[in-house]
Every structure is written in structure tokens, then in C-alpha cells.
């Protein structure tokens, strides 16, 4: 797990060794072990390294024996041992024990078609000298970042936005569509980002420029190829059994101990299950909970460790602790994502990273196999958000702003651009086929949307904030393409009013998990990361937050400013909409982190409050 960046610049031009040094400055916190710069004429390449695989050998950027190609990647190619043993039957035996060398190789080798053979999570820059392009993949389920910019004199690309910065040449921009679409949906989606001119390369792609600057994006992956299979419940069990255990076995390829981060939920209890299953040794188990609440995570958490014989660590957090997180998530997140979950995931990490490289994460569990409520909604309410919202069928229709703070606060440039807000949803779920069920469109759109541009951004950053690498072996893209493509009575189950169960989502995964884990954790009600933000921003805490408001250069700028001691104050007296407040709250945050002294960064330690108000 590392941080890349890089430049390729126009004939004549040559990479500047010290911008890549500022660039690769920016991701030291993503590579902690090593670094290393490396220039050739129009190209520069840069990379922060965490040492997870081939410790002592790994160093990048790296090149080709002939010294024709050269490669910077972030991540980790699971199947490395694969492909290398391939690769040597035909004569190209690795120099190093890195999993990033397979790149390199499998490129010389194959080219371009070598793209579809990996299996892991990574994004990679490889510049290949011959023919005279830079090649910038991406993971097919974007588990992993990359960014790129169009400057005057070429075109600059890196791991996190605050790495694009230096190379930028004026003060960044923000996108109003972008900003509108965070306070209505909690993440900006799509090829684009909050900044102008800076665009993601997306999931399942990989940018490829010429020497000319001319790029063309190449797809080698899509969740839309999937087909929907009818398999019996029997059937489907032992296809499970059989990935889940290929899947496990690859992402357990390490120098390195690791860990587990085990929620009160079913996805994390079914890594643990399988960490046992593996017999991955006495696995150490990170659990969070509020100290002035009782926590049923927490419980929940316990038992699930006790079962299997893993090493609990519950941490208790007290709410100012937790909240003290803010202005660091927001540096660490580098995108505008309001998911309050990355307060507690950022204490989890650091705590983790002081005796760990890597950890297990349950992400992707609900969205492969169909464990969102939102998945499956009574006939009654989607036809309604159907009808009043077209589009989408009846999903994710509403933004998250009441209507009348939106009139109040929205200054005139983000009120211009409110047909952004939807943009995404509506693209991706017309784009899915014909033969596909409502839920499958569901799981679909949030696969290309909320996993990429929200959640998965929550699970790196937090975690390479502090120099740990999150794993997540439901995203698997063979797991996905399973679970995506299962009939629907094997991932929900409809409620039966005469039993008094609800419906309840991921049928097939605790068909899976029943004997493996303790009968009453199946049982447990879906939850989600519980973070008490509302309890935090009331009383005097939000009176004094509206106050600081008000001094922010980007509230002023973005927003009606007039209109926030009324939120404040409403807010304040346990009233109105906490989301609101805080978004603004986040916002200023990140706006003086990222527009007006970019380069600063947080303690773990801060007072949020401090943070709002411009210089």
C-alpha cells in the first residue's frame, strides 16, 4: 500500500525532480517505509511506499531490466504468485519479491490484455518508454484512488488531490455541481471531483496518453457484463464456499502480521470466521464503542472474538474524543464525504497502526450480496418516489438538505446547478440491462456511486492516514460478479407477518456463516456505524459553531451566511437537521485545509471549533 504521483509533459519539457519531491511529500503518510523519485526527460515519477510484500525488495519506482519501462502502484496484486509462475514458464523470471512487479512484467509480456488477469486492489502508473505513453489503471471496484489533472504543459496525476496541489498552476478551484452534490448526498460522484480540472480515473479503466497528451480511456472491466444466473440455494452455497475460500487464501498473502476490524455486524463476523477457518493465527481484533452509552456492538463484537478465539481490543471512546477527529478526517478523507463513520474508523486505525500493517475490513458485504434496507422498499413507497422523481426507480431520489435550508442557505451558484444532483443515480441505473431485477439495478448503482466515491474513500484514507492498509475481500470482482448475479429470493428474504420477522438482506452469506458463528449474533438487527453527531452539535456547541461560520471564507463565498445563526440557534435547541449544520461545519473545515492553506495539516487532537473561522 503506497501513495503515487507523477507528471508526463509536453516534448521539450522536462520533469521537475523537486515538484515530484512536493508531490510525493503530500502521500508520506500513505508510505511511511520508503520513497523514491524518478525523472526521464517529459516523465516524473514518484512513490511513497508501506512495505507489506517483498520488504527488502520492493522499492520504487521500478524498473524494467531494460530500462524501458517504468512503474509506480499503490496496492496489492493478490494473485502475484500466479501470474509470476506463468511469467517464468516463458522465460521472465521476477528480480524482486513485490507483488508490484507482476505489472511490469505482465505488460512486457502481454501488453495491454494483461489488465484482465489481475486480481487485487490497486492503481498504477507505467510509463513505457518505446512506445511513448504513460498508462494510468485503476481496480475494477475503484478500492483504490488515482486523480489526474490537464495542466498548461501536460498532465499531472496522484493518489489524493492534496498531492496535485504543488502542480497545479494557480489556486484550486471548487466545482459547484460537485459541492452541490456533497450537501445533498454526502459524496461527490462520478469521473469528476470537488476541485475543477481534477478527474478521477474510474473504476475498471485504465487512462492511457500519448507523448502528444492525446488520451483514451480503456474500460477492461464492467459490473454491466454481468449476467443474471438461476441457481438452486444448494447450489449457490458451494460456489460460495469454494470463492470465499480462493478469495481468502490470496488476500492473505502478507510479509506482515494483520488484524480485523470486527463491528457488531455480519460482514466483519464473517471474516473473522474465515481468518479462523484459514487458521491465520491468533488474530487481533479491533472493536468501537461510546463510553457514556451502552454499546451492543461492543457486546456483539466480544462474543463474535470470544467464539473464535481472536484477540479483542474494545476501544471505549469518550464523544469529545471522538469529535476532536474532525478536522484530521477531513484532511485525511482529501475528498469532500460527509460519513460520520470516519471518525470512529480513524481512531480504529491509528490505534491499529501502532502494532500493524494491514487489517481486514467488511466493506462491500451489503452491496454484493443485498444487505441495504434501502434494497428492498414496499411497492407503495417506490412507486411514489418514482413518480415524484423519475429516473431511478424510486432510488436514491432525495437529496439530504431540507428544502427550506436549501432556499435559506444555497447562494446563487450552487442554486444554478441543482440538476447535477441526481445526475449520477439516473445515469447509472439507466445504464444497466434489461433483464436486470429492480434490486439488481439497486446493488448496481450503488456499486459505481456510494462504494467508490464514498465508502471506499472512508476505508483508505482513514486507514493510510495512518500508514495501515484496509483489506476487503467481499470486493473481490469474482465475489461481486457472483453475488450481482444470484436471483433475488437468494439475497432477500420478504417478511412474514404471520412469523412477525421482517425482510431481511444477504440471505445466502448467513446461509454460509450459521454454523460458524454464535446463533444469537444471525439474529442481531442490521445497525449501522453508530456515531452520535446529533448529541455532539447541540446546546452552546452549535451556537458557537454557527458564530465561527460566519468567519469562513467559503461559507461567506458559497452560501448565505445571514441565514446560519437561525440554523444555529434552531439547531442548538435539539431542532432541525444536524447533517445541515455539520456539512457546513465540514465544509469550512476542509475549505481552509484545502483552498486557503493547503499544505497545513491537524493533529489527531483538535478542537473543530478552531478550524472554521479564516485567518
Known amino acids: 500500500m503506497c501513495g503515487i504521483a507523477g507528471v508526463l509533459l509536453r516534448d521539450g519539457a522536462r520533469a521537475d525532480p523537486g515538484l515530484l519531491a512536493r508531490m510525493a511529500a503530500a502521500l508520506a503518510h500513505r508510505g511511511p517505509d520508503d520513497r523514491g523519485v524518478w525523472c526521464q526527460g517529459p516523465v516524473g515519477l514518484a512513490q511513497t511506499r508501506l512495505s507489506i510484500i517483498g520488504l527488502d525488495s520492493g522499492h520504487q519506482p521500478m524498473l524494467s531490466a531494460a530500462g524501458d519501462l517504468a512503474l509506480v502502484a499503490n496496492g496489492e496484486v493478490y494473485n502475484y504468485l500466479e501470474l509470476n509462475a506463468a511469467l517464468a514458464r516463458q522465460g521472465c523470471v521476477p528480480r524482486t519479491g513485490s507483488d508490484s512487479e507482476v505489472i511490469l512484467n505482465a505488460y ?48 499531472a496525476f496522484a493518489s489524493e488531490l492534496k498531492a496535485l496541489l504543488p502542480a497545479l498552476p494557480g489556486a484550486p478551484e471548487i466545482d459547484p455541481a460537485a459541492l452541490r452534490q456533497f450537501l445533498q448526498h454526502q459524496f461527490v460522484a462520478g469521473a469528476g471531483s470537488i476541485l475543477q480540472g481534477i478527474q478521477r480515473v474510474p473504476p475498471g479503466t485504465a487512462l492511457i ?14 459490473a454491466l457484463d454481468v449476467q443474471p444466473r438461476q441457481l438452486t440455494a444448494a447450489e449457490a452455497l458451494e460456489e460460495l464456499d469454494a470463492l470465499l475460500g480462493q478469495v481468502m487464501r490470496e488476500h492473505l498473502r502478507a510479509d506482515v502480521p494483520f488484524g480485523l476490524f470486527l463491528s457488531g455486524g455480519l460482514d466483519s463476523a464473517v471474516l473473522a470466521a474465515l481468518l479462523a477457518s484459514h487458521e491465520a493465527g491468533r488474530i487481533q481484533a479491533f472493536s468501537v464503542g461510546y463510553a457514556d452509552e451502552r454499546s451492543d456492538e461492543l457486546t456483539a463484537a466480544a462474543g463474535v472474538a470470544a467464539h473464535l478465539g481472536l484477540q479483542h481490543r474494545p476501544l471505549r471512546l469518550d464523544l469529545r474524543q471522538v469529535m476532536a477527529r474532525l478536522p484530521l478526517t ?71 438538505w431540507p428544502r ?23 445515469a447509472a441505473w439507466r445504464a444497466t440491462p434489461r433483464d436486470w431485477s429492480d434490486l439488481q439495478r439497486r446493488q448496481y448503482t450503488d456499486l459505481v456511486t456510494a462504494l467508490p466515491d464514498n465508502l471506499l474513500v472512508k476505508t483508505d484514507r482513514m486507514l493510510m492516514a495512518f500508514g495501515l492498509e484496509g483489506r476487503v475481500p467481499f470486493l473481490d470482482h469474482r465475489l461481486l460478479e457472483f453475488g450481482l448475479a444470484l436471483p433475488d429470493r437468494l439475497k432477500v428474504v420478504p417478511a412474514d407477518r404471520a412469523a412477525g420477522t421482517p425482510a431481511a438482506g444477504k440471505w445466502l452469506l448467513r446461509q454460509w456463516v450459521a ?35 460566519g468567519r469562513n471564507q467559503g461559507i461567506r463565498h458559497w452560501f448565505r451566511a445571514a441565514a446560519i445563526p437561525a440554523l444555529a440557534r434552531a439547531r442548538g435547541a435539539g431542532r432541525g437537521n ?23 495539516r491537524p493533529g489527531p487532537q483538535e478542537d473543530p471549533l478552531e478550524w472554521i473561522a479564516s485567518d
Open 108 to 155: 512486457a509480456h502481454y501488453g495491454l490484455g494483461f489488465l484482465t488477469a489481475l486480481r487485487g486492489m490497486y492503481a498504477f502508473a507505467l510509463y513505457d518508454a518505446r512506445a511513448g505513453r504513460l498508462i494510468l489503471g485503476r481496480d475494477r471496484l475503484g478500492i483504490k484512488p488515482l486523480f489526474y489533472t490537464r495542466l498548461p504543459q501536460g498532465i
Open 209 to 222: 496518453i500519448d507523448r502528444r497528451l492525446r488520451s483514451e480511456l480503456r474500460r477492461y472491466w464492467s
Open 330 to 400: 477531513v484532511w485525511a478523507a482529501d475528498e469532500l464525504m460527509r460519513d460520520y463513520a470516519c471518525l470512529p474508523t480513524a481512531v480504529l486505525a491509528e490505534t491499529a497502526a501502532a502494532g500493524l500493517k494491514v487489517v481486514f475490513c467488511g466493506e462491500g458485504g451489503d452491496e454484493v450480496f443485498a444487505g441495504y434496507g434501502r434494497y428492498r422498499p414496499p411497492p407503495l413507497e417506490r412507486w411514489f418516489k418514482t413518480l415524484r422523481h423519475p429516473g431511478s426507480g424510486g432510488f436514491r431520489t432525495r437529496g439530504q
Open 404 to 426: 427550506g435550508w436549501v432556499r435559506r442557505l444555497f447562494g446563487p451558484d450552487l442554486r444554478r446547478v441543482q440538476e447535477a444532483d441526481r445526475t449520477p443515480f439516473v
Open 515 to 549: 454454523t460458524r458463528l454464535p446463533p444469537a449474533h444471525l439474529r442481531r438487527p442490521k445497525q449501522g456505524f453508530h456515531v452520535p453527531v446529533d448529541v455532539w452539535l447541540q446546546g452552546d456547541v452549535a451556537l458557537r459553531v454557527g458564530a465561527a461560520l
Open 578 to 600: 444536524a447533517r445541515v449544520l455539520f456539512g457546513l461545519l465540514q465544509f469550512a473545515i476542509w475549505h481552509r485545509l484545502f483552498i486557503e492553506q493547503p499544505g497545513r
